[in-house]
């Protein structure tokens, strides 16, 4: 016999008919369904006690007595170990749920009162979830962008995911669920808009702190739009390692924190955040980390670590665009983003932690901090003693542009051209850098 968990509750009699009500309340409002067993003692094994014509009844309307909204539960009879025994198979989707006016959620194989707070998410986020993604847009069939549609549709096709269909909008979108009437849904313009429903803002900093910006990018467009601009821009500013591969012949260049977990982060990031108010998304790359920011809290009880290591239900916050995101291959399976994430970057040495906030939440990639001094004295093991930031800047600069002047740096860091000739000598003097031929016709060199 199973065990008791966060969905199945046992009980000896009827006796404790009304425990067996909070559990039923906490059940709904951690899974939505779950099932109460009267007759099992704890380890599975059955209690026998007497039931009754009228017993059943009485199960049945304690339950509708008991919890609040009311839920239309299938309550029966089984025998275990040829002891009868009564289950009480419930669901629901109208949470918050209460239990004599209270509230409470399952943790493991136990109940918990919610607190006011823990409450007052739980309602925003039913709210949201009944209301936002299959609301009327205002936008019409005209406001699709016809390019993201038939990009979508030779994806989803190609996979099998979708059947073919044709890539005519409005029959289209229709089979998304995307359409009411002659109106987008919010989760449609979200998706597939040529308005430019989102906004992006993308920035690289010299250092682990937002002082000194090298690079800054804003960019608005739709969801399909929005990844491929935020996973370009991670690559282009990330740094690469190159190798000769076995045969001699061959360039082998490996990225410092793997691509796919890149994607898989950015993705994961448009299809969990709330869109409900006017929010962006942000991408920051720091000297020391890869931050990955989206407007909403983290979508799930659990941490997002537990689903790199167990099998769990990921909780969609918008169904409708991850369901979307799934037919052409962006999503692979629903719940295995975040343990494509851990287990790449576990392989390539990359840590990956993240910062879960009330109004957002934020998954971050190390990576090699060549402004800060390792333990022998080195800056990545070459040189000693640290850098400013505007010698961390000057570095960024040349590695992007090997060919860039000292006017030309000067003028992108807002100081004179003896202060960067200063700087270079500095990072010259540490072994960072070094001139490739001429000072006329010359190259720069980042070690």
Not at 10 to 32: C, P, Q, R, V, Y
Not at 359 to 372: G, H, M, P, V
Not at 375 to 401: A, F, Q, V, W, Y
Request: net charge negative; aromatic share 8%; hydrophobic share 35%.
């Amino acid at each position: 016999m199973f065990r008791e968990d966060e969905t199945n509750e046992f009980k000896k009699t009827t006796g404790e008919i009304n425990e067996a009500m909070i559990s039923i309340s906490s059940i709904l409002n951690k899974h939505g369904h779950g099932k109460i067993f009267f007759g099992l003692k704890n380890d599975g094994s059955p209690n026998k006690f007497t039931i009754v014509d009228s017993t059943l009844r009485d199960v049945s309307r304690k339950i509708f007595e008991s919890i609040r909204p009311q839920i239309y539960p299938e309550v029966k009879t089984e025998f275990v170990d040829n002891v009868e025994i009564i289950v009480v198979n419930f669901k629901g989707k109208d949470k918050p749920y209460s239990a004599f006016g209270k509230y409470y959620i399952r943790v493991a194989d136990e109940d918990r009162e919610m607190s006011p707070s823990e409450l007052r998410k739980m309602m925003i986020a039913q709210e949201y979830e009944e209301n936002w993604e299959n609301k009327s847009s205002g936008e019409t069939i005209n406001d699709v962008n016809q390019s993201t549609l038939n990009n979508f549709y030779k994806n989803a096709t190609n996979c099998g995911r979708l059947p073919e269909m044709g890539t005519d909008a409005n029959i289209l979108m229709q089979k998304l669920g995307l359409l009411n009437g002659e109106y987008l849904t919010n989760a449609g313009k979200m998706l597939f808009s040529k308005n430019h429903p989102i906004t992006l803002k993308m920035a690289v900093f010299a250092t682990e702190h937002k002082n000194t910006f090298l690079d800054i990018s804003r960019v608005e467009g739709n969801i399909f739009e929005l990844i491929n601009e935020a996973t370009s821009y991670i690559i282009k500013n990330i740094r690469w390692s190159s190798r000769i591969s076995d045969d001699g012949i061959h360039r082998i260049e490996t990225p410092e924190i793997p691509i796919d977990a890149i994607r898989e982060a950015v993705i994961n990031s448009f299809a969990h955040a709330r869109y409900d108010s006017s929010v962006q998304h942000e991408i920051d790359i720091y000297s020391n980390r890869i931050s990955i920011m989206n407007p909403g809290s983290f979508a799930n009880d659990f941490r997002p670590e537990d689903f790199a290591t167990r099998d769990l239900h990921s909780f969609l916050r918008n169904e409708l665009i991850s369901k979307t995101l799934y037919l052409c291959k962006d999503v692979e399976t629903f719940g295995s983003g975040l343990r494509k994430i851990y287990t790449l970057c576990r392989d390539s040495d990359v840590k990956v932690s993240y910062i879960n906030s009330e109004n957002d939440f934020t998954i971050e990639f190390s990576r090699t901090d060549r402004n800060i001094m390792s333990e022998d004295g080195m800056i990545n093991g070459m040189i000693n003693g640290t850098i400013s930031d505007l010698e961390g800047e000057i570095l960024e600069i040349l590695r992007k542009d090997e060919d860039i002047t000292v006017p030309e740096m000067a003028e992108i860091c807002k100081k004179s051209s003896r202060t960067i000739s200063r700087a270079i000598a500095a990072l010259k003097s540490k072994k960072l850098i070094e001139r490739v031929g001429s000072n006329k016709a010359g190259s720069w060199k980042v070690k």
